[in-house]
């Protein structure tokens, strides 16, 4: 046992409805980066959250250098100096990074109410920033840093705090691959000064790129653990799915011969108001036709997003027109967008796209709830089910439980679940926003088989996306979207990849 | 004022309206501060925030009377005329053991009390001369007290509150110290079905209107009234007597007396509490 | 025997945590708990007369609960409910007496001021977009301002005719009747009509409705509405219990209504909670009250008491929703 400075024997936890980790037996060496992967739903998240206290665990035991332990809050877990470095940034926004950096340590020296010299938390902050590489001013204040950043300052908080084991959950998924590639570097930085460190990801390149060990969860059971050195990307994958991956991408059929007689949706000179937040979007000229995917292909802030808003109302249009059919529209609401067929499915589907605390089905009959109540008010729950079963069968919702409630769904089940809402509202034109952003790669093919079947059967689908494969895999056409302006639209077959990478700025990013 | 005019003396009243605000009280003092009046009698409408303004005045050589209500800072005023609230309730309790004793009911006498918001003058004052009768009849053992709750001045909470106390058992006299208490009683003990001024002897405070109806209607068998015009009338004559003898009153407070109104005086108090009487 | 008394103990326990599975199970757990040892405490509680002041009591309070718990399960906040029940009070007083209509239109004029009040504060919500706090803060001075303003502070007297809301029919009182037929309305429009799961879903993610093509403010406006309508009928309720308009009527109220809400299991960010939940919280407040004075607690002691409670039912209610939001 003394080999090892972590050790999990049959951890098991519950949450009503579900089981996320069903006795895992896992264990972290001295000095190790220890990777943990899976697919979105696998129990990776919860695996690193009961370490670190947040969750306690329902059974199961937990050793720490050969002694059994256990952690029942975040407080236990940091005086064993376990940390965990958060998915989303948990800094306070309105604290200097180098307050925040010692608002761990406060506890330890003198007590919460020992005095605080400016100028102490200032070296102290300088010395751990330096330590991961971030050369900014420690009394800049949080909120205004880039995502990245904020991750480095989570780290160098985990080591003003004396952690020996630092858990990082899923860090890389909000970083490009520059400030990827500067995270291992701290890494492999803090195993040379004897850190552990487990690495929870879903980019299994990544495992290769700064891992020793890589353990492998799937349904919250472990079922595969090895030295990176005596493994290949492919094993992992496959024990990762658990089935051969299927070819990752459908084929197209769709309106390849050329788009004859009304688009469906013809957007011309689309301008929008100076006042809102986010890219302004100027003279925006479009058209998607019926059984079409037009991929609208920008990078971070290049306004898809703002796009996609505009077209429901969310966003105000100062200029320019929209037409359905060939028929001028007017969308000043996403009531007025759902009512002519128009339908938004947001990148951000937990804030903008579902209710966590209802069942699927209450989520999927929301748009046009009307249509099934009795005279449009009293709610008639079998019809519902009903409803929402249709679309649950249709796009292979697991668990297929039309009570199930939303908030416990994997990422790729609750992308359905927002299409699903689009479908049963009779949409004519969905606009996808990121639609497989964030989601494990056996549900990214079963979402992208999707949007081309949807095309075929004749929905007109605008595709909102920074994944050049994406687009040029699953769309017709190709709109490039810079700094809020189309520089330029092309059908898929007559451009490469090579020249719609260049045109986006030569940052395109694979998938 | 009008008698002082007759007497020949010169004097003119200014009245002005503070609708209970505080920051409107002090403009308007510092407005008369300007006109250089002879004397202020205020009735003030907070304890303190008033003060300020108050200070001023005193600053500008001018003195002030107190009527109804006092200020915090006793130096600050002349002299305060205003009920003695711990008589009146003295009073009060008097007239319910004579109540008690007319009646016959058997002893010891069941009795439930309804104070106001703690901390209030008013109500502790009251609560004092209720409990300055009534403590040394406990300790006889002529009455018990059953139940003694906070209803906050308020109508609506004197019946919540009675409502449950009865729920407890039948008393025989409640009193409350001030009529809105008192009325919600009432409305309570109908509403167990039982009849007020017989069963349940109930005394209140104030005199408002609702409740001399209710005197008059035999339910309240008494209640306490108050003299605004005494107030009134005797400071004037205290501005008065400040302005041309140079007057200095021997005690701070001038209490102005209580009258207790019973089915025998139901018309006649408003007229006995707006008699004028030397002030003395 | 110690093994027989556990046995049976932890009978008690498989139905206790089967019931605390439902929405309103802790809010009827705690009910219990606190009717039984009322009982336990004092004779009198369980006294028809007591179970009958009770119900009375408890009345108007819930028809506050009610109309609150519309706004809060759509993680809004409502601070008008004690000022619009007494000017609806008022105003249906005025009707009545000053302008001498009958009973039945006083009431109707008496309702509709409450849903005008609901309306102000539904569209200084929606439409001028001021947070739900500040507008109905504002709904909560200027109302009790044209109470005393309409009164000049004085009660409005002459009301005896409102007694027809305190009589009994059919054994009880039809104030109760009233608020038990509010009750099951309550629950059918939260939960049986397309109206009242869009408010679930408002105080779930109002962000996510909106981008449904859901039309949020109606519904918003809609609710806000019917709150005043609630807090009108409560209004009037205390018109007839004191048989005067009584011009500082629910003067503090809207905390209690919150409150009613809270120990109901209705979690003040919205979206989670019994539409009957109000009913039992109101319950409980008024017998907390209750049960004190028949114990004949120290009436200061009795706030501390009142206290504890709430934060112990408060803090052992949340601990049920900490998984759900």
Known sequence: MSSELLATRGLVKEFPGVVALKGVDFDLRYSEIHALVGQNGAGKSTFVKVLAGVYSPTRGEIYFKGVRVSIRNVRDAKKLGITLVHQEATLAPNLTVAENIVLGTLGKNGGVLAPLKTSDILEIARKYLEIVGLSIDPRTKVGVLGIGEKQLVQVARALAEDASVVCLDEPTSPLTAVEAERLFEVMKELKARGKSMIFVTHRVEEVFAVADRVTVLRDGYKVFSSEVSKTDPSEVVKHMLGREIERFYPAKKGAEGGNAGVPRLKVVGLTTSQDGKGVILRDISLEVYPGEVLGVVGLLGSGKTELGKALIGMNKIVKGEVYLDGVRVRVRSPVEALKLGIFYVPEDRRREGLVGIMSIAENIILPKVWETSELGLIRVPRREVSVARKWIEFLKVVPPEPNFKVMYLSGGNQQKVVIAKALKARTKVLILDEPTFGVDVGAKVEIRKLIRSLADEGYSVLLLTSDVDEALALCDRIAVLVNGRVVGTYRTSEISRDFLVELLGGRGHGS | ?280 | MARKLSLSLSKLGRPLRELLRYELGGPLVALMALITASSILSPRFLEPYNQRILLLQTAPLALLGLGESMVILMGSIDLSPGSTMALAGTISAMTFTRFGHPLSVSILVGVLVGLAIGLVNGLLVTKAKIPSFVATLASLVAGRGMVLVLTEGQPIVGLSQYRVITEEVAGLPTMVWLFIAFGVLNYFLLKRTSVGLVTYAIGGNEEAVRYSGVRVDAVKLFNFILAGGYYAVAGLMMNARLEVAYPWTGWGYELDAIASCVLGGITLSGGVGSPLGPVVGAYMLTLLTNILILLGVNPYFQWVVKGFILVAAAAALTRGVRYVK
Request: proline letters at 6%; hydrophobic letters at 45%.
């Open chain 2, 1 to 280: 004022m009008e008698e002082l005019k007759a007497k020949g003396v010169d004097v003119e009243l200014l009245v002005h309206d503070a609708k209970d605000d505080p920051a409107i009280q002090t403009s308007q003092i510092e407005t008369v501060i300007g006109l250089k009046v002879s004397a202020i009698l205020i009735n003030p409408v907070h304890a303190e925030a008033v003060q300020p303004a108050l200070e001023k005045a005193v600053k500008a050589g001018i003195p002030v009377i107190t009527t109804d209500r006092d200020v915090a800072n006793p130096a600050l005023r002349l002299v305060f005329i205003g009920t003695d609230n711990v008589k009146g309730a003295e009073q009060a309790a008097q007239k319910l053991i004579e109540a008690l004793q007319a009646s016959g009911k058997p002893k010891p006498w069941k009795v439930v009390i309804l104070n106001g918001i703690p901390g209030t003058t008013a109500a502790e004052d009251r609560k004092k001369g209720f409990h300055n009768v009534l403590d040394p009849l406990v300790r006889d053992g002529s009455i018990v007290i059953v139940a003694e709750e906070v209803a906050n001045f308020r109508r609506d909470q004197g019946l919540s509150v009675t409502e449950s106390i009865l729920a407890k058992g039948k008393f025989d006299a409640l009193i409350a110290a001030n009529d809105e208490m008192a009325l919600g009683a009432i409305q309570a003990i109908e509403g167990a079905g039982l009849k007020p001024g017989v069963d349940v002897i109930v005394v209140g405070y104030d005199a408002i209107s609702d409740a001399v109806e209710a005197v008059r209607a035999g339910k309240m068998y008494a209640t306490i009234a108050q003299s605004p015009f005494l107030q009134g009338y005797w400071a004037v004559y205290a501005g008065f007597y400040r302005c041309y003898f140079n007057w200095k009153p021997t005690v701070g407070w001038i209490p102005t007396p209580t009258v207790i109104v019973t089915k025998a005086n139901v018309d006649t108090f408003a007229v006995e509490v707006a008699t004028p009487k030397p002030l003395p």
